[in-house]
Nanobody
Framework: QVQLVESGGGLVQAGGSLRLSCAAS????????MGWYRQAPGKQRELVAA???????KYADSVKGRFTISRDNAKSTVYLQMDSLKPEDTAVYYCNLVSSLPSRNYWGQGTQVTVSS
C-alpha cells in the first residue's frame, strides 16, 4: 500500500513561513502528479498547489506569489514552501499523489497549519 507522510506543519505568526514535506513510500508505479490540498473549518477542501510529471505547476489564486511547490530528484517527495502566511491559510493540509497507468489517487493523513494574527 502506498504511504504518504506529511510533516512541517505547526503554528506561525502572520507574515512568517513554513515548509511542508510529503514523503511517498512503497511506490511501484509512475507518478503523474503530486500536490497539496487544504481544508479550513467551515470551508470546502481546495487544491492549493500541484506539480506534474513534466514539471509544470498549478496554484490556487489565493496563494500565487506566496507558495512554491517543488519535488525531489526521485519525484517521490513533494514540498510546499509557504511564505507571507496569512490567518486565512489556517487549515489542515493534505498531500495527494496521482499515479499513472492506471490513474489512482492517494492521500496523506494531513498536517495542521495555524497562522495567528
Amino acid at each position: 500500500q502506498v504511504q504518504l507522510v506529511e510533516s512541517g506543519g505547526g503554528l506561525v505568526q502572520a507574515g512568517g513561513s513554513l515548509r511542508l514535506s510529503c514523503a511517498a513510500s512503497r511506490i511501484t508505479f509512475s507518478i503523474s502528479a503530486m500536490g497539496w490540498y487544504r481544508q479550513a473549518p467551515g470551508k470546502q477542501r481546495e487544491l492549493v498547489a500541484a506539480i506534474f510529471s513534466g514539471g509544470s505547476t498549478k496554484y490556487a489564486d489565493s496563494v500565487k506569489g506566496r507558495f512554491t511547490i517543488s519535488r525531489d530528484n526521485a519525484k517521490s517527495t513533494v514540498y510546499l514552501q509557504m511564505d507571507s502566511l496569512k490567518p486565512e491559510d489556517t487549515a489542515v493540509y493534505y498531500c495527494n499523489l496521482v499515479s499513472s497507468l492506471p490513474s489512482r489517487n492517494y492521500w496523506g493523513q494531513g498536517t495542521q497549519v495555524t497562522v495567528s494574527s
